[in-house]
């Protein structure tokens, strides 16, 4: 759990018998310094509704036979003021609707949760209720949480929960991503999928706009492109002064990519975090 710095001192004295010099000597205090370096989080658990977790991530999805998700939300340690979530981030062509039941039980329908420096680690619970709007095999969105404290550490802490909305009573796995490495000469990154997808539609050479976030794009330098070297390998070829290194983070884009199955019903890709 996050918590502050320790600092403790260790106090040592040397006894001896025979020798009346060290008999009673006092070294310097040690000061020993613990931090933990977990830093200040919401976090986020599926109580009810078909769960998994994808690199860390963990979704919820929903069905016909499976309308309502519920989820707790608590912190991962004391904050120092009161901790106030707010709840966001829903598309058009989901509908989404939130009932929040505090740590005291209460009902609330404009969903705003609170934590206290006495109940940051006591469950608040939402129930999600979600349906499509649209003819769509699945639909996907994200419930976005964003704090606002007097304490420091704990404002403007930011989390998400992803959610699928299936119109059928079965979830098809997605494609996940099983790794991305770069080239040897560092000129392109190939990310390798698990299972066979749609190419999201692209047959040939294509810009990566569709891939990527538009935050992403500038760091591939000018004349980037991507190809499909298979169903399951999907090449990133870099354009010039491009400023993406190994160990640096990305993100998929939402939505652009399907499994390709047997009865042709694709499932979205919604695990988008990358190593």
């Known amino acids: ?22 008999d009673g000597f006092e070294p310097e ?18 109580v009810d509704g078909f769960a998994s977790s994808q690199d860390g991530v963990e979704y919820m999805g929903l069905t016909p036979n499976q309308t309502t998700g519920i989820f707790s939300l608590v912190l991962n340690g004391a904050p120092t003021a009161n901790v106030n979530v707010t709840l966001g981030g829903f598309v ?16 609330q329908e404009d969903i705003s949760l609170t934590f206290t420096e006495y109940d940051w680690y006591v469950p608040q619970f939402v129930y999600v209720n979600a349906w499509h709007k649209v003819e769509a095999e699945y639909l996907r969105t994200d419930i976005e949480f964003f704090t606002n404290s007097q304490d ?3 404002h403007n802490v930011y989390n998400y929960l992803e959610i699928l909305v299936s119109s059928t009573d079965s979830v098809i796995e997605p494609p996940n991503l099983l790794h991305a490495m770069f080239s040897s000469q560092g000129d392109y990154i190939m990310f390798t999928f698990d299972t066979a997808s749609n190419r999201g539609g692209y047959t040939s050479t294509f810009s990566c706009a569709a891939v990527f976030p538009v935050r992403f794009l500038g760091d591939l330098g000018n004349g980037y492109f991507c190809s499909w070297i298979t169903d399951k390998t999907l090449k990133l070829t870099f354009g010039s002064y491009a400023t993406i290194m190994p160990g640096d983070s990305m993100t998929l884009s939402e939505g652009w990519l399907s499994a390709s199955s047997a009865d042709g019903v694709p499932g979205q890709l919604y695990n988008k975090h990358m190593a």
């Open 1 to 22: 759990a996050y918590q502050h710095q320790h600092i403790e001192i260790i106090n040592h004295t040397i006894i001896s018998l025979n020798d009346t010099y060290y």
């Open 29 to 46: 205090h040690l000061i020993v310094g613990v931090i933990d370096d977990d830093g200040p989080s919401l976090v986020i658990e599926v």
């Open 92 to 107: 058009k062509n989901i509908t989404v609707d939130l009932t929040g039941a505090g740590s005291d039980g209460s009902v």
């Open 152 to 154: 420091e550490h704990y």
